[in-house]
């Protein structure tokens, strides 16, 4: 009798403990979705950058330098960092803020503008080519393209997207696309809604397929200290 006594008190101890651990996950839910339905309702209060804006200094920018790519960047980044000195990276020509991005099997040239737990500004692109997947994400993408060109594709459809230089394509948040940019593409990317969640697949080639753990690294200290610098000046 004393065996099956362990084993009833084993399965007790067992039921237990899984009652407790649902106890937590449900009480750690009630506490968090009134947070994050707040803010979520709220979240057009916390964006720092205007899309009239970046279409507006992206277009200028075209039209003042052409097929001059740095020329346009820098004419960009130093107009949003007078607008925005204390969100704006300006360090576009230091090599160490430029870093690779590999995401949904694309590969590029990233270098980060702005990044917070609601917003993120890049320039992104490449000199010889990409194609990938967009990923489905918790934010709504704006792309501006600033030089080449970028196509889209949508199943059930039978020809492609094209956004030319001074053309924006918007991913609306949840929605997916494969793209190519083909050869001297470079665009201003800007993503707003929930960020944190879109780290899991900017991070997940770089850990589960080129293992560039020095790629990696940089992406990480420049993205966290962005999102830390915004935070403690109380933006998020």
Known sequence: MAPNKSKAS?????SCSLTKVLTIIGALIGLFFPIYYILERNLEKFYIFELDHLKDVSSRGIEKYGNDTGKIVEYIVAELHEKYPRHVNPKWNVPEEWFFNNAGGAMGGMYIIHSSITEYLIIFGTAVGTEGHSGRHTADDYFYILSGEQWAYVPGNFTREVYPAGAMNHMHRGTVKQYKMPNDCFALEYARGWIPPMLFFGFADGVFSTLDVQTLYRTVV???????ANLLIGKI
């Open 10 to 14: 084993s399965g007790g101890g067992c």
């Open 222 to 228: 420049v993205t966290g200290r962005e999102m830390i």
